[in-house]
């Protein structure tokens, strides 16, 4: 069965052609009318400043329209969080955008904000799915939930290391230990990332590790989501006969 129609397709380019007007004027009213102390303007700025605005606000138009691709659900909110964790982190590497310094500093920060609530909404429903429509006997188990675990405990794993990100930007003092500010971008997210897998996987080298309270209480709660996901996984495969079925 298709998921999508013309209509639908029509109307996501119409929305996304809007989306990418408004991110223009965003970045357009930042650098001009905020930044009254700048002699000239900008152009490769403002560009870079509208691309990185626009990726950021495109899933919000893919989220609106129903069952386009991917149904509404797990796979959908499960696309959504690589988008977030993969893509977006990718293209603000590449533009090089400085923000402590730029005119669109405040509204980055609230679209990082955005995107972390969006993070957390996907991971809600697919928690849901997971987790609450089957113990509540909803639906039968079948073999693509375990996939979805799965995945699940990988994006989990990548949305940790985010917030232990957005965490250590936003600290006015070093959060971990090993992860320090003068890192380029890119290894400074990975270093967050790695910290994230062997802790969710409840390895714990020693080479990296939290500094601060909060820090030490989102670990925590990292540990026990690994271990009741891991669990689950194996309660999922082996209770439900999957591996054993003939059929």
Do not use: W
């Amino acid at each position: 069965m298709r998921l999508y129609k013309k209509e639908q397709i029509y109307d996501f380019l119409k929305n996304a052609v809007l989306s990418a007007i408004v991110a223009v004027l965003i970045s357009i009213v930042a650098h001009v009318l905020i930044d009254k102390d700048k002699l000239r303007i900008d152009f490769l700025e403002i560009c870079l400043s509208s691309i990185k605005v626009f990726f950021s606000i495109l899933p919000i138009v893919f989220l609106k329209q129903k069952n386009f691709i991917f149904k509404d659900g797990p796979l959908k909110a499960t696309a959504l969080v690589f988008y977030y964790l993969i893509l977006v982190p990718i293209i603000n590497f590449s533009l090089n955008i400085n923000e402590a310094e730029g005119s669109l500093k405040y509204f980055f920060h609230f679209l990082s904000f955005v995107n972390i609530m969006l993070l957390i909404a996907c991971h809600v429903i697919i928690l849901k799915y997971v987790f609450a429509d089957f113990l509540r006997r909803r639906r039968k188990i079948v073999p693509k939930d375990v996939v979805v675990v799965i995945t699940t405990y990988i994006t989990i794993a990548i949305s940790f290391g985010l917030l232990y990100t957005v965490l250590s930007l936003f600290s006015s003092k070093q959060v971990f230990n090993g992860i320090t500010q003068d890192l380029s971008q890119i290894e400074f997210y990975f270093k967050h990332i790695y910290f994230s897998f062997i802790t969710i996987t409840t390895v714990g080298y020693g080479d990296v590790y939290p500094m601060t309270m909060l820090a030490q209480f989102l670990v925590v709660v990292e540990i026990i989501t690994g271990i009741v996901l891991t669990n689950v996984i194996l309660g999922l495969v082996i209770g439900s006969g999957i591996l054993s079925s003939k059929d």
